[in-house]
T-cell receptor, first 116, second 116 residues
Framework: EDQVTQSPEALRLQEGESSSLNCSYT??????LFWYRQDPGKGPEFLFT???AGEEKEKERLKATLTKKESFLHITAPKPEDSATYLC?????????????????FGQGTILTVHP | KAGVTQTPRYLIKTRGQQVTLSCSPI?????VSWYQQTPGQGLQFLFE???????NKGNFPGRFSGRQFSNSRSEMNVSTLELGDSALYLC???????????????FGPGTRLTVL
């Protein structure tokens, strides 16, 4: 069964204090790994898609990296508006006779709080 | 370009009732997936529809069902509501889901269902 584990569960940072969030995954075959940001009471907002080990993507203060077993979301010089829950999800290859259409398996998320 | 829209945003029902939630995907997107989000279980995949056909289904009881219309809009229905069905129900759309192509899913704001 596909599994995604995120750590830490919660992270408190001072404004400008850089850090990383971890996403460990176990899948039979990886089709894609996704990072989302979710604010309270809202739907997840797409950040990045990574497809293969060694791939990196950046957007403003965020950088996502991927290895064969885990992904990191690096946050450089965070600001209070970066406070949110960050979710990692994987899209797995279909098992024999099965299908993976439309199914993302999510981790429990990391709650990030950035203090001014 | 308008994002994914979901109606209603909030619902309060009592045990034993049934409920229908609606989702309008991003224009041009043909795949719609549904997820249930609870504090204890996180985001869990319900089902996925493409071209009016359910192509994948998660591990939920038969009380949870859905359909997709020719314009790609989708509905999900929950019959005989239970207290444990209280959750945020999220809809996500993507361009298409074809073999060998991993699509990014974009989420709507969700419908908050409370069962009393």
């Amino acid at each position: 069964e596909d599994q995604v584990t995120q750590s830490p569960e919660a992270l408190r940072l001072q404004e400008g204090e850089s850090s990383s969030l971890n996403c460990s995954y176990t899948v039979s075959g990886l089709r894609g790994l996704f990072w989302y940001r979710q604010d309270p009471g809202k739907g997840p907002e797409f950040l990045f898609t990574l497809y293969s080990a060694g791939e990196e993507k950046e957007k403003e203060r965020l950088k996502a990296t991927l290895t064969k077993k885990e992904s990191f979301l690096h946050i450089t010089a965070p600001k209070p508006e970066d406070s949110a829950t960050y979710l990692c999800a994987v899209q797995a290859e279909a098992n024999a006779g099965g299908t993976s259409y439309g199914k993302l398996t999510f981790g429990q998320g990391t709650i990030l709080t950035v203090h001014p | 370009k308008a994002g994914v829209t979901q109606t209603p945003r909030y619902l309060i029902k009592t045990r034993g009732q049934q409920v229908t939630l609606s989702c309008s995907p991003i224009s041009g997107h043909r795949s719609v997936s549904w997820y249930q989000q609870t504090p204890g279980q996180g985001l869990q995949f319900l089902f996925e529809y493409f071209s009016e056909t359910q192509r994948n289904k998660g591990n939920f009881p038969g009380r949870f069902s859905g359909r997709q219309f020719s314009n790609s809009r989708s509905e999900m229905n929950v019959s005989t509501l239970e207290l444990g069905d209280s959750a945020l129900y999220l809809c996500a759309s993507s361009l298409a889901w074809t073999s060998g192509w991993t699509d990014t899913q974009y989420f709507g704001p969700g419908t908050r269902l409370t069962v009393l």
